[in-house]
């Protein structure tokens, strides 16, 4: 391999290094700053200045990362538009902080004007990132490789060697050589120009549209989204209308019509626990049985839903979130009519589901003298009761199951016009019965057993247990666009980051001895090894098809390698 670097005067120099340019011009889609050496801007150039600083990737990751960190004061601080109880809560429990909070718009931050103006101003950014981009690489996809330099040797990799062959031989044996190896080539002039590695610009394009698709499916699901709580029983069931949720929120720009129509039953709840060991108690089944139909006339369909295994109705997901019991209790008034018959469903305290709640008769009840009041029991029950363990549940499974209730009468306070919660008993105006020693009565059932009210007041019988579980509906749209936003975001950058776009020129000329000259030189976008390796591959086989042939020194000319050549651009 030979190398040469003849001194030349300043004008070649600089004739060199705008043909370096050249060749290396167009490696990126990046924009050219054209304002950085222009005097007096003017109204016109500061807005081209501001709209190029917009658009830049740098600007795109400051207000990227700006974006993010305004999402932690989100996932930290209650939001309005989620959990209003805690809202509440915070401003009761901090209030200097909360006006403040109130201010910067810290309850629903979301919504707030700074974070729509960040999440606006990147949506822009991209937007003006990426139309500029397109149109630059689609005109050089159109176009071709440009033509090989002067001086190949000043490009940072070269190889050169001398052959018996004609340079038209070499130039085509070169091309056949590069378009079989998927570079996009041609002959210009006394050289052969190939250009590979285009799927670096697809990347970093498909990322940036993929950032794009993104927010733009986040915002849409932000503005569509519904989200809805159910507590269901065991063989009730579940319409999905407004009305039918114990809880719901939505999008600002979401409307009940948009609301999926669909209904399911609940067949059977099943829960298994670990019965031994250190998870004793941890459940290994949790799942729901469930019947539904799709619209009014919906054929039915039976579906299992399990923990993170939801049953999706067009871009409706049913989850379950919650487990528990429900006793079925019947209250009979002093002359023996049944007035309440009914689940229950009770809260879980603990993993071994000890339940609270309250029994609610509102009409019916009367007593042994024919006086209407209204009855409210509180309910303690325990799935598996051990003797000596009477405040909680020794297991979640239903192995010996307790039920003590506690029971009042008089004014439930329902018809006041306040808001009661259904697991609560307000006890203003409520008696207690009393028990053969002038305590409050109190006592445990089993299932079967009945408690009887005292003066002839009635009884209350435990019947048996069901199970209920909670369901949550969510309603996210374009959840698909953001999910394929995601994979092709992460695809095009590992694209843009491990593929590398470079240029090979292969010369072919006479020599002043008559014998064909061939140089090898190739060009990245940044210095990496992979050029020079490459070139080193392609010189291999293209010195086995054009042999190279004696120097005109003492020894033959060796097979070339390719190596940073002296005097290129770092």
């Not at 019947?330 to 029994?359: E, I």
């Not at 004014?411 to 409050?440: E, R």
């Not at 590992?494 to 020599?511: D, E, T």
Request: glycine letters at 10%.
């Amino acid at each position: 391999m030979s190398k040469t670097t003849p001194s030349v005067p300043t004008e070649a120099a600089a004739s060199d290094e705008q043909e370096l340019g050249a060749a290396g011009s167009q490696l990126s889609t990046a924009p050219t700053d054209t304002l950085a050496n222009t005097p007096g801007l003017g109204v016109i150039g500061w807005t081209r200045w501001f709209w190029r600083q917009l658009t830049s990737m740098r600007v795109a990751l400051l207000l990227l990362l700006l974006l993010a960190l305004g999402a932690i004061p989100g996932s930290l601080i209650p939001q309005s538009g989620t959990d209003e109880t805690k809202v509440a809560d915070f401003r009761d429990a901090h209030r200097t902080l909360a006006p403040v909070y109130d201010k910067l718009g810290l309850f629903h931050v979301y919504s707030s004007v700074w974070f729509s103006a960040v999440y606006i101003l990147l949506f822009v950014s991209l937007i003006g990132c990426i139309v500029p981009r397109t149109w630059q690489f689609v005109g050089q996809l159109r176009s071709r490789p440009p033509r090989a330099p002067g001086r190949l040797t000043r490009l940072p990799a070269y190889t050169t060697w001398r052959t018996e062959a004609e340079p038209e031989q070499v130039r085509e044996a070169a091309l056949a050589l590069l378009k079989k190896r998927r570079f996009r080539s041609h002959i210009a002039g006394d050289a052969v120009a190939a250009e590979k590695g285009y799927a670096r610009e697809v990347g970093n394009l498909a990322f940036h549209i993929a950032l794009i698709v993104m927010l733009v499916a986040f915002a849409w699901g932000q503005l569509f989204k519904a989200e809805g709580n159910k507590l269901v029983v065991e063989g009730d069931g579940f319409s999905n209308t407004l009305t039918q949720y114990n809880d719901f929120k939505s999008g600002s720009l979401f409307s009940t019509d948009d609301l999926n129509p669909f209904s399911f039953t609940l067949d059977k709840f099943t829960g298994t626990y670990e019965t031994s060991g250190p998870n004793t108690g941890t459940p290994r089944t949790y799942q729901a049985a469930l019947t539904y139909s799709v619209g009014a006339y919906g054929k039915d369909e039976k579906a299992v839903v399990k923990v993170n295994h939801p049953l999706v109705i067009a871009d409706s997901k049913v989850y379950l979130t919650a487990h528990g019991y429900a006793p079925v209790i019947t209250v009979r008034d002093g002359k023996g009519q049944v007035v309440y018959s009914d689940a229950v469903p009770l809260l879980p305290l603990d993993s071994n589901v000890t339940s609270t709640g309250v029994v609610k008769v509102l009409d019916g009840y009367r007593d042994a003298k024919g006086v209407s009041e209204q009855l409210g029991i509180s309910a303690f029950f325990l799935p598996t009761y051990t003797k000596g363990m009477e405040t909680a549940s020794t297991f979640p499974a239903l192995g010996n199951p307790v039920l003590n209730l506690t029971p009042y009468h008089g004014d439930l306070g329902v018809n006041a016009g306040i808001p009661q919660s259904v697991y609560q008993l307000d006890k203003t105006h409520l008696k207690g019965f009393k028990d053969a020693k002038g305590a409050q009565l109190r006592d445990n059932l089993k299932p079967g057993e009945t408690m009887t009210l005292p003066d002839g007041a009635g009884t209350v019988t435990y019947e048996g247990t069901k199970q209920w579980a909670n369901f949550q509906v969510t309603q996210q749209p374009a959840s698909g666009w953001a999910l394929t936003g995601a994979i092709t975001a992460i695809f095009g950058l590992a694209g843009s980051l491990f593929i590398q776009r470079r240029r090979v020129w292969v010369r072919a000329v006479k020599g002043a001895d008559g014998v064909t000259v061939v140089e090898m030189a190739g060009l990245g976008r940044s210095e990496s090894a992979k050029v020079p390796e490459e070139l080193g591959d392609l010189a291999g086989i293209l010195y086995d098809q054009a042999t190279g042939a004696s120097d005109p020194g003492p020894s033959d000319s060796p097979e070339p390698q390719a190596v940073p050549a002296e005097g290129a651009e770092k």
